[in-house]
Structures are given as structure tokens and as C-alpha cells.
């Protein structure tokens, strides 16, 4: 796991000094993300870097990775799963790999197939590849999403790096504000891709290769989940088995300590069970998330699965004395909002981690590729509901708008009205409202029109599957998938989901419906599954996911902070009214609604909105003392090669 930064003009650097120095400024404001090692390469057409955080190949840091005759350059965020074997096929090609580490087969591999070599990669992984005989740059990332990329080009020069602070930090002038996107933030919680928050930035999407030569950019899938498209079939409880403990093995095959994410539901425990089965002797620690407010915590089921596996349970209690620091600090790290509660417990839970281990285990996308989710079991009763009398539709409405607010987690209230709003719509649309952080009721009382939205329901196939694609692609990359990378690099800890290995998702594509969501149950053939490693009380547990009493906090110990930053005004730069915005606070503090998912939303843009601000300012009128540091990368054993 890594941070990559570089800086390409295929016409030529202007002032090749400048760029190398850009380029050390980028990778220090990564720093987080690799801490044992930061090395460069600069010519007179591109300066690339990378600060390494080591988890296979302990040697001294090999990256950037340079083929002398070809003049090829290639850096790599993540991990190469299947290096050993694509080594091997470079050797027989008369190509073979010197330096042992997973990444140095990228060149070769570069080398052989072109543009075609991002197919051949298992893994998660963010690789930019220089190639200097064609003066083109080739971005590409995991097919789930798994690790981020962005990039700028303008006037000729590209810019990448894989967190957007270190892209926009240091810009004069600043990035532009990209108010469409923005206004896709406030509904969704997330920035699809290819869009950021700045116009100027853009987003490497999942499964996605980005070829720039200076002149023109050109996209295009290496790989798209065809779970739309797949002939389903009868699934094999031995054949998924092989997969899934070959994923879990392939991802656990490093050199440095290891351990898991415990939550105790299916998803993370049945991670754990079979990590435990591969490695029997090995000691590993559980880490799971405790809240003093009993419906949102699970720690007395991770203990009791901890315990059953023969791992050291250990505890991160989250408290809302934590919030607001942890969430100025994390924004302020990696420059972009995020509209997901859990993304500061991850935090906290990876910086305790750290202190053990430096890759976890988390059960993340099984959910999307299962059928998880309580929207799946909604779609089929919408078309039942749709069916109903106009009367008794009417009713039901009445009734479920009546129903109390609560500040349990996931209470039946709260899904029955996002439900009843979303009912009369069609397909994905539907879908994308029972999701929303913001719907468009409240948005409007905000002073903002919904953002144009592209169309929903251009594909054929079954409903449910276009449901988890877009699930996949959408909240799952963009969402989730960027929690659990900002969160646990922030203290440099990777994340290793083995449900998003390639041959998980493709035999998660070809299960029949009814494996997947069957009346009011989710996930089925994952839980008959999960019955071969756990017992019945946690595998038939009720879904709960991770998330934070932000209803109950916005009520309390929390207000005070809400509603002065709220009432700060920041939020008026994207077309937001503060009194209105203040005004759901306050609704919310009443237990007239339950505001807290819009309200987080809120929360998270203004504090941000307010490091655009002094970034800003600062790209304005840079301190002398700010442009000494950033010239300065010596600070960390930075090796410079020519």
C-alpha cells in the first residue's frame, strides 16, 4: 500500500526542478499512506513518485519501477495478488523479474501487453505507467475500486496522485468548486465517478484505464461486473468455498502482521473463520468498534466469534467527545468530503490497529454482491404495493408518516418512510431515493433544485441486478471502499476485502435471484454458506452494518458544535441557506423528524467547505515558511534518481 504523485508534459517539463519538487510536496502531504520509504524519478518529460508503506517484499523500496531500455516508468498503490504467477509468465517471455517485491512485474507485464496489461493484474490496485518511447501516461485502477486515483490535465501537463488534497494543496490559484458534483454529493453522500468536488480534478473510475498523451485523454472498462449480463446458474457450496478460502489465502499471503475487522455480523466473521481456518496456528487479533448506546453495539457478538476462532478480541469504544476533531482532522488529510458516519469509528479503529498489524481483514462488499441489502427486499414489495388501491396506498402513507422518529439503528420506521417515498417511481430511481442522504424535498427546502441526473434504466435485465451493479459502482467504490481507504490510511494501515476478489465477484454474478434475496431474506446462499464456519446465531442475525448514533448525538452532547458550524455560513459558497440549513437542526433536536442522515451530510461538506477556504487563501498568498517545507523532502529518507 502506497501514496503515488507524479507530474507528466509529453511536450516537455518546462523547468524539470519545479516538477521533481512539486512532485516531493505531493507525496509528503501522503505521507500517512506510506511511511517506510519515499523515492522519485524525474527525467525532462515526467517526475513520478511514491511513499511506501511495506506489506510484501521488505526490501528497500523498489518503486518507481524503471525498465532502462524502454525507458518505461510505473508506480503502484496496492497489491499485486497473482505476482507470483504473472512472474513466471514474464520469465518464459524472456523477461525476468530482479526485484521481489509484488509490483515489480508491472513494467514486464507493461512491456508484453500494452494497454491490455491492467487485465492481467488480481488485486487492488491504482498503477500509473509512463511509457517513453509513445509519451503516454496510463492510469488504471482495481476493478472494485478498492484504491483511489485522480488527475488534472491542463495546458499540455498532467498531474496525478492518489488522494485529492495532495492533487489541489498548493495550487495557485485554487481548483474551481464543481457545483454539479457537489449537488450529486448532497443526495448520494459520494462523488461517482469521474467526478470530485473540483472541476479541475477528475477521478479514475473503478475497472477503468485513463490513456493521456498531453493532447487528448481517452477512457475506457478493462473490466465492468456483468452480473446483468451473466447466464445464472445453480451455485455449488464446494465451488464458492475454493474461491473464497483461495481469496482469502492470496490476500493473507504477506510479510508483516495481520488481523481482521470483527463486527460479528456474516460478513466480517465468516472473513475471520476462514482466515483462522488457512492460518490454524497463527496468533491474530480481532479489532470491533463499541458504542455505549446498546442498539449499535455489537461487541458482545464479535467477542463471542473472537473467542469461538481463537482470536484476541480488542476494543475501540467511540464516544461523541470524538467527533469533531476527528472529523476536521480527517477532511483537512485527504481533502474531500464524505457523507458516511463511519468513516470516523473506522478511523479510530484503524489507528488502534496500527499499533499491531499493518493489513487487515474486512468483510466489505458482500453485501452488493450477495443481495444484503433491506432496498433489495424493498424493490419487490414496491411492485406489490403498486398494485394496491389508490385508498389503501393513501392510508398506508398516512399511517407511516405518523410513526415517531427513533435513534435506534436501522429502526423499521425509518425504512417504511424512505419506502413510501420512493414507491412510486420506477427502477434504479427508486432505488437511488431509498439511498439518499438528502432527498429532494429536503434539498429544495435547502434552496437547491435536484441534480440532473443521467438516465437510470437504460440497461435490460432483471431489476435486482442492475440494483447491485450500480451498488457496486456507485456507493460501494465511491462510498464504502473510500471509507475504509481514507480511514485506515490515514494511519497507514491496508484493507484487504477478499469478497471483492475477481473470482468472487464473477461467481457472485451467475447466482439466480433466489440465492440471492428470497421474500424478506437477504443474502441466502451467503448464509448457507456461512452455516459450514459459523453458528446459526450469527449467521441468521439481523443486519445492522456500522454506522454511529448521530440522531441521538445531534440531540446532545453534539448541538452545540451542529448548529455553529451549520450557522457558519461556509455552506452559502454551494447555494445552501444557513437558516434553512439550521432550521432541519432544530426540527431534528424536536423529534419532529429524524434529520440526522441530511444533516451529517451538511456537517461534513462545511467543514470542509471550510479547508477550501483557507487553501484558498493560503494558494493565494503562500507563507514563505509553506514553500520551504514543501521544497523539502529529505525529511524522510527520499531518494532522488535521474
Not at 517513453?132 to 499540455?156: H, I, M, S
Not at 433466489?514 to 443486519?543: A, C, D, H, M, S
Amino acid at each position: 500500500m502506497c501514496g503515488i504523485a507524479g507530474i507528466i508534459a509529453p511536450a516537455g517539463l518546462a523547468e524539470p526542478e519545479s516538477a521533481r519538487l512539486r512532485t516531493g510536496a505531493m507525496l509528503q502531504l501522503l505521507a500517512h499512506r506510506g511511511p517506510d520509504a519515499t523515492r522519485q524519478f524525474t527525467t525532462n518529460l515526467a517526475a513520478l513518485g511514491v511513499t511506501r508503506l511495506t506489506i510484501r517484499g521488505l526490501e528497500e523500496c523498489s518503486q518507481p519501477m524503471h525498465e532502462p531500455e524502454s525507458g518505461v516508468v510505473a508506480v503502484c498503490n496496492g497489491e499485486i495478488d497473482n505476482h507470483q504467477e504473472l512472474r513466471q509468465w514474464l520469465a518464459q517471455r524472456g523477461r525476468p523479474v530482479a526485484h521481489q517485491t509484488d509490483v515489480a512485474v508491472i513494467p514486464g507485464l507493461f512491456l508484453e501487453l500494452g494497454e491490455d496489461f491492467a487485465r492481467k493484474l488480481v488485486g487492488c490496485f491504482a498503477v500509473a505507467v509512463w511509457d517513453n518511447r509513445t509519451r503516454r501516461l496510463f492510469l488504471a485502477r482495481d476493478r472494485a475500486g478498492e484504491r483511489p486515483l485522480f488527475f488534472t490535465f491542463k495546458n499540455g501537463v498532467i498531474r496525478f496522485a492518489t488522494e485529492l488534497a495532495a492533487l489541489a494543496s498548493g495550487d495557485a490559484p485554487f481548483p474551481r468548486l464543481n457545483q454539479a458534483a457537489i449537488r450529486k454529493y448532497l443526495q448520494l453522500g459520494i462523488f461517482p465517478s469521474p467526478e470530485t468536488p473540483f472541476e479541475e480534478i477528475h477521478k479514475v473510475a473503478p475497472g477503468e484505464l485513463v490513456v493521456l498523451d498531453g493532447i487528448s485523454v481517452r477512457r475506457e472498462r478493462f473490466w465492468r461486473w456483468q452480473i446483468v449480463e451473466t447466464r445464472k446458474q445453480e451455485p455449488s457450496l464446494d465451488e464458492f468455498d475454493r474461491i473464497f478460502r483461495g481469496a482469502v489465502q492470496r490476500q493473507s499471503e504477506v510479510d508483516v502482521d495481520f488481523g481482521v475487522f470483527l463486527s460479528g455480523g456474516l460478513d466480517s466473521s465468516l472473513v475471520s473463520a476462514v482466515a483462522r481456518a488457512l492460518h490454524p496456528k497463527r496468533p491474530l487479533k480481532a479489532y470491533t468498534l463499541r458504542f455505549y448506546e446498546e442498539s449499535y453495539d455489537e461487541g458482545v457478538y464479535a467477542e463471542t466469534v473472537a473467542h469461538r476462532l481463537n482470536m484476541e478480541p480488542v476494543a475501540v469504544w467511540v464516544q461523541p467527545k470524538d467527533v469533531p476533531g476527528e472529523l476536521k482532522a480527517l477532511v483537512r488529510l485527504v481533502g474531500e468530503p464524505l457523507a458516511d458516519p463511519a468513516w470516523l469509528p473506522a478511523a479510530l479503529l484503524a489507528r488502534r490497529a496500527a499499533q499491531d498489524i499493518r493489513l487487515a481483514l474486512v468483510g466489505e462488499g458482500a453485501d452488493e454482491l450477495f443481495g444484503g441489502y433491506p432496498t433489495y427486499v424493498g424493490a419487490g414489495l414496491a411492485e406489490h404495493f403498486a398494485r394496491l388501491p389508490g385508498w389503501a396506498r393513501s392510508a398506508i402513507r398516512r399511517l407511516v408518516k405518523a410513526l415517531p422518529p427513533s435513534e435506534k439503528k436501522v429502526t423499521i420506521s425509518f425504512l417504511l418512510k424512505r419506502f413510501v417515498q420512493g414507491a412510486g417511481l420506477d427502477g434504479i430511481a427508486r432505488h437511488r431515493l431509498w439511498v439518499a442522504n438528502i432527498p429532494p424535498p429536503l434539498l429544495a427546502r435547502l434552496g437547491l433544485a435536484p441534480a440532473v441526473e443521467e438516465s437510470l434504466n437504460t440497461d435490460a435485465g432483471h431489476l435486482l441486478d442492475r440494483m447491485q451493479r450500480w451498488d457496486l459502482e456507485a456507493t460501494l467504490a465511491e462510498g464504502l471502499l473510500t471509507k475504509a481507504d481514507r480511514a485506515s490510511m490515514s494511519s497507514a494501515l491496508e484493507l484487504r476485502a477478499p469478497f471483492l476478489d475477481e473470482a468472487v465477484m464473477e461467481f457472485a454474478s451467475s447466482l439466480p435471484i433466489t440465492e440471492r434475496v428470497r421474500g424478506f431474506n437477504t443474502k441466502v446462499f451467503l448464509k448457507r454458506y456461512g452455516l459450514r464456519y459459523l453458528p446459526k446465531q450469527i449467521v441468521r442475525r439481523r443486519k445492522r452494518g456500522l454506522s454511529i448514533p448521530i440522531a441521538r448525538w445531534l440531540r446532545g452532547p453534539m448541538h452545540e458544535w451542529a448548529f455553529l458550524t451549520l450557522g457558519s455560513g461556509r455552506l452559502e459558497r454551494v447555494g445552501i441557506d444557513t437558516p434553512a440549513a439550521t432550521s432541519l437542526l432544530c426540527e431534528h433536536c424536536q423529534g419532529k423528524a429524524d434529520h440526522a442522515r441530511a444533516l451529517w451530510t451538511l456537517l461534513v461538506l462545511t467543514e470542509w467547505l471550510d479547508w477550501v477556504a483557507q487553501e484558498t487563501d493560503s494558494s493565494a498568498n503562500p507563507p514563505s515558511e509553506r514553500r520551504g517545507v514543501t521544497a523539502d523532502c529529505d525529511t524522510r529518507r527520499v531518494a532522488h534518481v535521474s
